[in-house]
């Protein structure tokens, strides 16, 4: 192969790079110059070219491949014809450049969005087993608004203006819970209340016994409250909950499985702290509780008892009491769909 003239030389590098992906586009080549640009010729040592930071006073790892890449060039210029010694220099400067060619990605809005490991920790340093079920049902509060027809409320944080609402008594207990975690997490990286809220419901469920359940992260928070209205009452029957279900997208036997969520809490269904689908074998058995005082006492609300009264939920709830590992993997896809509904995602 015949000598290459230093012109041709730069026809060929330019051609090289902007066959690179993203090299070719105006964005990338602004932040390749911005990058070259800091560095600085001081002079030359023992014939080889030394390049230094010009700002900072010490080098980047840009710099440094920068130097490389000219100190190159004069070394061609230098000895004419390229060897093989010389390609695999400039193949090593290229690899070490190439990550500063690529799109700028704004770190902090990064940082926002994908470590869910960090947020479940933070949830973890003020969750225990008594707080799990208000926990969870700030979940179901939260994402319980949203409308298929407008596609209006779920999951966007926006309970944290609604807890004044009587369907939300007691919410701001968990709410300043969540509170403590927040503050912790975001001075790692910032977090949505929305995504914080998915993510510490599946930590509730978890820590109390039940299945673990993975939450893609990327909510955005809504700056107002939701509509209102728009939870179901306690005292609606099997229909009624059909068809409000079905207004946010959910089947009959979605909304028998995410009721199972009441097997937790203070409702009565077995153990206060332990997610098992003891909830359903109490729904069948149909027999009243007695309190310690020896009066009767409602275990659950009007809605649960009402699930028994429809053929098609009362198939649901016996499927469910007689397999837990089916009730734990469909409240798992479920749950999912619930903190999914409604949520605006970032798009970075």
């Not at 089947?251 to 077995?270: D, N, P, R």
């Amino acid at each position: 192969m015949g000598v290459v003239p230093n012109s041709e030389k730069g026809k060929q590098a330019g051609m090289e790079l902007t066959n690179i992906p993203y090299l070719a586009s105006s964005s990338s080549s602004s932040f390749f110059y911005s990058s070259c640009s800091r560095c600085t010729c001081r002079g030359k040592r023992a014939g080889n070219l030394v390049i230094t930071a010009s700002a900072a006073g010490g080098r980047c790892a840009a710099d440094l491949a920068c130097s490389q890449l000219v100190e190159q060039e004069n070394e061609d210029a230098l000895s004419g014809p390229r060897s093989s010694w010389h390609y695999r220099r400039r193949e090593f400067a290229s690899a070490i450049l190439l990550p500063f060619l690529l799109p700028h990605v704004d770190v902090s809005s990064a940082a926002e969005t994908y470590n869910e490991s960090i947020i479940r920790s933070g949830v973890r340093n003020v969750l225990t087993k008594g707080k799990a079920a208000g926990v969870l049902r700030l979940v179901f509060h939260d994402a319980g608004t949203f409308d298929v027809s407008d596609k209006s409320g779920g999951m966007n944080g926006s309970i944290i203006y609604e807890v004044d609402r009587p369907e939300n008594t007691g919410l701001n207990r968990s709410i300043k819970i969540l509170g403590k975690a927040k503050a912790g997490i975001d001075d790692i990286q910032k977090v949505s209340w929305a995504d914080l809220i998915a993510v510490a419901g599946a930590e509730a469920v978890a820590l109390c016994g039940g299945p673990e359940i993975p939450v893609r992260l990327g909510r955005l928070d809504s700056s107002t409250a939701d509509p209102a209205g728009k939870l179901p009452g306690e005292t609606l029957d099997a229909a009624a909950l059909k068809t409000l279900f079905s207004r946010k997208g959910f089947s009959s036997q979605e909304m028998v499985v995410l009721s199972g969520a009441h097997t937790i809490g203070g409702k009565g269904f077995g153990s206060p702290i332990v997610f098992d689908n003891t909830y359903f074998k109490v729904l069948l058995e149909k027999k009243p509780q007695t309190s310690s005082s020896g009066m009767e006492a409602m275990v659950g609300l009007r809605t649960d008892w009402a699930l028994t009264e429809d053929d098609e939920c009362l198939r649901w709830i016996r499927m469910y009491a007689e397999d837990q590992a089916k009730f734990f993997d469909d409240f798992r896809d479920a749950y999912i769909k619930l903190v999914d509904s409604g949520a605006t995602w970032r798009t970075a």
